[in-house]
């Protein structure tokens, strides 16, 4: 999923956004249904035209940057 431009991740948002990279599972709630519980397959990719976006600290695993 292409999360198309992001600008600065909010420090809310960022604890959520490090879960649906990194866990295993991920909860799947279809409109008018129950939650159900799926492996998660997420691949994540954002875009930016800012020189900073996410608050990446020096041993960070969940994170490429590419400057292209």
Known sequence: ALSGEI???????EGTLK???TEPTIA???KGKDVVVAKN???V???S???WVWPATEDER?????RV
């Open 41 to 43: 397959y997420l691949h």
């Open 49 to 51: 035209n800012s020189p």
């Open 7 to 13: 600008s600065r991740i909010k420090k809310k948002a």
């Open 45 to 47: 990719m954002g875009a």
């Open 19 to 21: 879960r649906v990279i």
């Open 28 to 30: 799947v709630e279809g």
């Open 62 to 66: 969940r994170l490429v940057i590419s």
